[in-house]
């Protein structure tokens, strides 16, 4: 399937803002990789804002002690632990969630994909020893919408009592009986570790926050997106349907690659950095700059995914030892270490999802954008199973 034309112009630009913009692979790869480049965007601007006695969770620190707290938790990462320890989670609640969708004939992917992300981000952080309705707190602390909290207005007072409200309710529901647990014993989970490292029950509730936004609202998303191609495309669908499941992951990898569920990734330069320019001439971005990495340009990156870089084709040939997902999941120290998480859950869900008989998307998903990270939000995508497929009694 093309989905158009090819991205032009030159890889790395300044906008009338300031801001630079980076559509090149090799380009992007090289701003997430330099030590002269820090986090940008995401709220960082807030954090910084915090006392500097307040450890700051691991997305928004740089340098040595970043590199560190990675090295020690990449353990609960690797392809080997998330297939030895996640995949029987992702099973178990993957063949719930059909079950339900046979018994009531419909259900809504959104709501189906987002119990199973909770339920696998849990296992892997330890938020194993919640109170009921985690699924409600969570939804209540991921909105469809955000508003901007602040003190000069009404508007920004909400919000900004809905943010420490749902924030208190997280911490009360979910981290702090997770956290008395492990204290009392220790488990070979995230919030295990933490607690190992002298974290604040705070900062816990901040690393786990953020993992949650990782691996749960990206992973709804993507699940959503991936099935909307596979539903809308026959050729696709059969391919997917007769696969086995490395071909299965080749699929959603490219499937992923173009539609990257963070469309923008922030940098902010802490000396100069040169770049390729246009005709190979260098660009220098001086620093204190911000630079961002446009995810749905530098994925289509002709030099480096090849011919017709729009059009899906599981399996092609990407150069200089890029993954089938592109740049998707970030590079460099900041880059997401879920991926081998994300595409099995995805594929776990969707591969029963498709084994159903007479399975068929009822309603296609509304679509709406948060401009802020390039982000897409999918829902109200229905999907229906035949009467016969339901269980009898």
Known sequence: ?????????????????????????????????????????????????????????????????????????????????????????????????????????????????????????????????????????????????????GLTSLHGVYWMARLNTNWLRVYLGDVRPAVRARRRARRDDLISHLIDEGCSSGEILGECLTFAA?????????????????????????????ADEPERLAVLGEILRLEPVVGRLSRRTTAPLDLPGAGGEPVTVPAGEQIDILLDHTNVDERTVGSRPRCLRPGRDMADGAGAPGLSFGDGPHKCPGLHIALLETDVFLSRLFALPGVRMAAPPTIGFIDGIGSYELRHCVVEVDADTRPVG
């Open 1 to 149: 399937m093309e989905r158009g034309g090819a991205a032009a112009g030159c890889p790395v630009v300044r906008g009338d803002d300031g801001v630079w913009e980076v559509r090149g692979y090799d380009e992007a790869r090289a701003v997430l990789r330099s030590t002269a480049t820090v986090q940008a965007g995401l709220g960082i601007e807030t954090v910084e804002k915090l006392p500097p006695s307040i450890r700051r969770p691991v997305l928004y620190r740089d340098g040595p002690e970043h590199r560190e707290h990675r090295r020690q938790t990449a353990r609960f990462f690797t392809p080997r632990r998330v297939d030895e320890h996640y995949r029987e989670v992702m099973v178990r609640v993957a063949e719930a969630r059909l079950d339900r969708l046979r018994a009531d004939g419909r259900a809504r992917l959104s709501e189906l994909s987002f119990d199973l992300a909770i339920e696998v981000a849990c296992a892997v952080i330890g938020l194993t020893d919640s109170r009921p309705g985690i699924k409600k707190r969570l939804e209540s602390f991921f909105p469809e919408r955000f508003g901007r909290p």
């Open 214 to 242: 990782a691996g749960m609202v990206t992973t709804r998303e993507f699940i959503s997106a991936a099935a909307w191609h596979l539903f809308s495309e026959a050729e696709l669908l059969a391919r997917y349907r007769a």
